[in-house]
């Protein structure tokens, strides 16, 4: 069994490998990489927005990704080829680990044998996401949520279930599901188990992009397509000194009456892990128009706009009575504004005499 510790946003989690699984072993490259990454550097991660796809490849050689290749794994012997099977390449995780803490948040296990669902017909659904892959489904029963992941249609990868305060959650990987598809769950359920569980500890988790500037972030957000790494990106070539803090899930947490951000090991496809945080100078919802245009949101209007961005577990009222203030705070001490825009630099010009 293999136990790491990670901290995020100052909050403290710890992630348990039944054997087989184990943790995929750094290179140097990667350790050195990972030093810089915890003490908050810019490694030269670019945000990829849909028509950059090519910086997929970038990013993966800066982090030290390799592709396993048929000639790779035909070179492997059969141990060789099952450990492989069985380590799980926490990378992004890796400039938040820690080696102790006193203030543990949660526990998540990766268990060796698959869940015992013999009970699954008197589990009760509370949420299903299948408009997109991967589909997950929620169900709470005896006081446990339960999500099945499916990356196909009827095919299922595992199962999760985390306990009533989020203290306690367990993945459960399908008999033959390799590392990818069980890191990919394990990934979202630690998602889900920390909005949950950080969402009493005046946090939450923005689905936005963060470039910051002159040691203040702005955070932009907008529906699924907007272009908030196109406009991260933007950022970066126009505006001299500003640096991409993440690119889909920040951590926000209020503390001392202040709006704080923070890079977490959820970057979406951008491999942005940058262990750093910054005050927030403004809050940015961007929607496309042929024109570029700026406008201040107040009161209903910002708060609004902010809730809709939050990763939330919108089907639990608890979860979204304990998000609210945070939000509220939030839309009440950091300035937002409403970026109707195109994709060019005289909109980074706007936003960014608009805002500073």
């Given at each position: 069994m293999e136990k790491k510790l990670f901290r995020i946003a100052e909050h403290t989690i710890k992630v348990v490998l039944e054997s087989p699984w184990t943790f995929k072993e750094l290179t140097p490259e990667q350790k050195a990489l990972v030093s810089r990454l915890a003490a908050g550097e810019d490694v030269g991660i670019e945000s990829v927005p849909a028509d950059r796809q090519e910086q997929l490849a970038v990013n993966d050689a800066i982090m030290g990704k390799t592709p396993m290749t048929r000639e790779l794994w035909e070179a492997m012997n059969s141990d060789e080829k099952d450990a492989f099977r069985h380590s799980?390449?926490?990378?992004?995780?890796?400039?938040?680990?820690?080696?102790?803490?006193?203030?543990l948040l949660f526990?998540?296990?990766?268990?060796?044998?698959?869940?015992?669902?013999?009970?699954?017909?008197?589990?009760?659904?509370?949420?299903?996401?299948?408009?997109?892959?991967?589909?997950?489904?929620?169900?709470?029963?005896?006081?446990?949520?339960?999500?099945?992941?499916?990356?196909?249609?009827?095919?299922k990868a595992g199962v999760f279930v985390q306990n009533a305060d989020a203290t306690?959650?367990?993945?459960?990987?399908?008999?033959?599901?390799?590392a990818r598809a069980t890191l990919m769950q394990v990934n979202t359920s630690l998602m889900i188990q920390f909005t949950f569980a950080t969402a009493f500890h005046n946090t939450v988790l923005l689905h936005a992009s963060v470039t910051r500037h002159e040691g203040m972030a702005n955070l932009f957000f907008g529906v699924s397509g907007t272009g908030k790494s196109t406009h991260s990106r933007l950022w970066h070539q126009y505006?001299?000194?500003?640096?991409?803090?993440?690119?889909?899930?920040?951590?926000?947490?209020?503390?001392?009456?202040?709006?704080?951000?923070?890079?977490t090991p959820w970057s979406g496809k951008t491999l942005c892990y940058r262990n750093v945080q910054a005050p927030i100078r403004a809050l940015v919802r961007l929607e496309q128009d042929p024109e570029n245009r700026i406008d201040r949101l107040h009161s209903l209007q910002a708060y609004a706009s902010v809730l809709a961005a939050c990763s939330s577990i919108r089907w639990k009222h608890s979860v979204m009575d304990a998000i609210v203030p945070t939000v509220e705070a939030l839309a009440m001490t950091v300035p937002c504004f409403r970026l109707r825009c195109r994709p060019d630099q005289e909109a980074v010009e706007l936003c960014k005499n608009s805002i500073e």
């Open positions: 799980l390449d926490f990378l992004q995780y890796a400039p938040f680990e820690v080696q102790e803490a006193d203030d526990t998540l296990t990766v268990h060796a044998a698959p869940y015992d669902d013999s009970s699954r017909n008197a589990w009760k659904q509370v949420v299903a996401v299948d408009n997109v892959l991967p589909y997950y489904y929620g169900y709470e029963y005896n006081g446990n949520t339960i999500y099945e992941y499916f990356p196909a249609p009827g095919i306690v959650g367990d993945y459960y990987p399908c008999s033959g599901v390799g505006v001299p000194d500003s640096d991409l803090m993440n690119d889909d899930n920040p951590v926000i947490r209020i503390l001392d009456g202040k709006a704080v951000v923070f890079g």
